[in-house]
């Protein structure tokens, strides 16, 4: 760790509005050079809009702040990569169909007249091999993992020269070894000096990671600790405001008839190779199956096969007994289907929509919601206010547009919408990715509640600890395959990992 004096960025009384919300409140922060400093908090806590502000995409409406001990005016996201910022954003800014060399440049005034791609090739390459970002150059985006186009992320960042790198939560869309690359990447990068804000809600992430972290609550700081300093229930305290409990409430079950059947389904991915192989599942009434494997091996596949938004080569589906095979999307909701996609903002909603009309997206042909000539616009008030505070989905009003609300509210608005048409089947793709801890707590306790109720639950997730929480039994997946289902009160996170890396059940 180099000198860690003078601050690299320091802010203060930072303010910033929106219409009906105060997103920061007169916020102090600053941090030292070559550390690694988190910034946590719930989701809308501020934490995205503080370093927006600080990397010139949003403008403060008042405080002030200075870069390496200079008063700073970052008016654009130019002035912040002058000023040796850089945002890795947690929704990716790439082109998909340039090659990672040509993202890494765009944008920039050298070279004005000859680009040589070649030379640039060099440069990236000799840039990932110093903070060990492998990655090739010329691969286009749209063939790279997830983690890979990350590392696209950062390299552009570092290829422009910056110093503080914002990551803005880099380990939401990240396999559990992804994220421990990540996090050696970051470490080198620290002892090298560079300076890393890292805005996460994951407790364990942050207090294995950060070297001191920031609290905020409702726009405001709360603490600034160092991390040797504090532990998971205290920071998870500050962050919500009272005492937090991290054991998952779930009362025993039995499981009755099978809702849903997988019959040796095999199906293609978006780039023409078998994504499903042969895969075979039951789903009881009741209960929860879900689904371990690492991204990529054909969990996102298997839930839009049964969404019906993809279509199926071999096998069957069974819903209730009834062969649904190939029907559309809005047959299987008149059945029974509910789906929770893994993008809640590009599937799961419509954001320029308001909060009442995403709510009826699938209601709206209902009575009373559907008048006898028009929208009965009283009957959509009472629906979407009640499901707001049965759902506890914090916005101003049903009217307020969706794209305003946190993460974990936008998380709580398609549950509400999903469970409130009591499906017989639900099908949750990550549900609590991206959430912070209480978030996450409403999220799982409405599923179990569900599941309570009878409903059957297809739960995928990259969570090993959650879903041995949550399931009753667990399916891998690997490379398509189902590797073996079993007991969750049996399985192991040894055995499981196994699965996930190719061995089947009875060898592991």
């Not at 028009?374 to 914090?394: K, N």
């Not at 549900?431 to 707590?441: E, K, Q, S, Y």
């Amino acid at each position: 760790m180099i000198e860690a004096s003078p601050f690299a960025v320091r802010m203060e009384g930072i303010t910033k509005r929106f219409p009906g919300v105060l997103a920061n409140d007169d916020i102090d922060f600053c941090v030292q050079r070559g550390e690694i400093h988190a910034l946590l908090g719930e989701n809308g806590a501020g934490k995205t809009t503080l370093m927006k502000i600080l990397t010139g995409l949003y403008q403060p409406d008042e405080g002030q702040f200075w870069i390496d001990g200079r008063a700073a005016a970052v008016r654009s996201p130019r002035d912040a990569i002058n000023l040796g910022l850089g945002m890795v954003h947690q929704h990716f800014m790439l082109v998909e169909s340039h090659t990672v060399a040509e993202n890494i440049i765009l944008g920039l005034d050298v070279p004005r007249f000859v680009l040589n791609l070649g030379r640039v090739d060099r440069q990236i390459a000799e840039l990932a091999d110093r903070y060990h970002l492998q990655v090739d150059p010329r691969a286009k985006v749209w063939q790279l993992s997830v983690g890979e186009q990350q590392r696209v992320e950062i390299l552009k960042a570092l290829y422009r020269g910056a110093r503080v790198l914002v990551m803005d939560e880099p380990t939401a869309v990240l396999a559990p070894q992804e994220v421990e690359e990540l996090f050696n990447t970051l470490r080198s990068m620290a002892d090298e000096g560079h300076t890393v804000i890292f805005i996460s809600h994951k407790l364990g992430e942050v207090m294995s990671v950060a070297d001191r972290i920031t609290v905020l609550r409702r726009g405001e700081v709360v603490d600034t600790v160092l991390a040797g300093d504090t532990n998971k229930q205290s920071l998870a305290q500050m962050m919500v405001g009272r005492e937090v409990l991290f054991s998952v409430d779930k009362d025993r079950s039995e499981p009755g008839a099978v809702v849903l059947e997988i019959d040796g389904v095999t199906a293609f991915g978006d780039r023409g190779l078998k994504a499903l192989r042969d895969a075979s599942l039951t789903v009881r009434e009741g209960e929860i199956l879900g689904i371990a494997g690492v991204a990529g091996n054909g969990q996102r596949e298997l839930a839009e096969v049964i969404a019906g938004l993809r279509g199926v080569s071999e096998g069957r589906i069974l819903l209730g007994g009834e062969d649904v095979t190939g029907r559309t999307p809005r047959e299987l909701i008149d059945k029974g289907v509910g789906y929770i996609p893994a993008d809640r903002t590009g599937e799961g909603l419509v954001l320029n929509l308001s909060v009442a009309d995403n709510l009826i997206l699938k209601s709206y042909r209902d009575s009373p919601i559907s008048g006898r000539f028009f929208l009965d616009g009283e009957a959509i008030a009472d629906h979407a206010g009640g499901l707001m505070h049965d759902y506890d989905v914090m916005a101003p009003s049903i009217e307020t547009r969706t794209r305003l609300l946190s993460g974990g509210n936008l998380q709580k608005l398609i549950l509400a919408r999903e469970i409130s048409s009591r499906p017989t089947l639900m099908v949750a793709v990550y549900p609590t990715r991206g959430l912070d801890v209480g978030a996450t707590g409403v999220v799982r306790r409405l599923i179990l509640v569900h599941r309570q109720a009878g409903g059957g639950i297809l739960m995928i997730s990259e969570d090993l600890d959650e879903l041995l929480r949550m399931s009753d039994r667990i399916a891998v997946m690997y490379e398509g395959r189902i590797m073996g289902v079993v007991p969750a009160e049996e399985a192991t996170m040894e055995e499981l990992g196994l699965m996930m890396a190719g061995t089947s059940g009875g060898e592991a």
